[in-house]
């Protein structure tokens, strides 16, 4: 197979697999709003956001859009889903009454921590017949192409 053609096909199968673990993690999440009887359904930006405060254990709308590259309406339209359900909470910064403060709320931890469990069968049930021998490849892979990314992105970043 010529390599213009290689690179087609691994295209391809990269949009795929992405497509499909998107909506994969969205029925996930979608059961998981269901048993947690949530107000509203959250989508896969809601789940990134809630995440990202869990790492961070707090943090600000500002901060949130920067990391997650969203602009700061789409921040907003976030924080007031994830506040409707009770995943987060939000209060005034004591020295600047214009910014917040987002923490997650005990409800959006134990809703984070059953989703990672959901989310965990699934990439078990998608790697536990890899032998480690082809699983070791595949990350090595990934790892090398990460790393030529990072590459590409800040040269991409020093030439603006």
């Known amino acids: 197979m010529e390599r213009n053609a290689q690179y087609e096909r691994l295209s391809t199968l990269i949009r795929d697999f992405h497509a499909l673990f998107e909506e994969i993690t969205q029925g996930c999440l979608t059961r998981e709003c269901q048993t947690f009887g949530l107000r509203e359904p959250l989508c896969v930006g809601d789940y990134q956001f809630l995440a990202l405060v869990e790492k961070r254990g707090s943090l600000s709308m500002a901060q949130a859009a920067r990391?997650?590259?969203?602009?700061?309406?789409?921040?907003?339209?976030?924080?007031?889903?994830?506040?409707?359900?009770?995943?987060?909470?939000?209060?005034?910064?004591?020295?600047?009454?214009?910014?917040?403060?987002?923490?997650?709320?005990?409800?959006?931890?134990?809703?984070?921590?059953?989703?990672?469990?959901?989310?965990?069968?699934?990439?078990?049930?998608?790697?536990?017949?890899?032998?480690?021998?082809?699983?070791?490849?595949?990350?090595?892979?990934?790892?090398a192409r990460i790393t030529v990314l990072h590459s590409i992105q800040q040269d991409m970043h020093h030439s603006f």
């Open 67 to 143: 990391e997650l590259r969203i602009n700061p309406s789409s921040a907003t339209r976030q924080v007031n889903r994830l506040l409707h359900c009770g995943l987060i909470t939000k209060s005034a910064v004591p020295d600047d009454d214009r910014k917040f403060s987002i923490q997650t709320t005990p409800l959006g931890t134990t809703f984070l921590n059953r989703l990672y469990v959901s989310l965990s069968e699934v990439s078990h049930a998608l790697l536990g017949q890899v032998s480690d021998e082809d699983l070791q490849t595949v990350c090595d892979f990934l790892e």
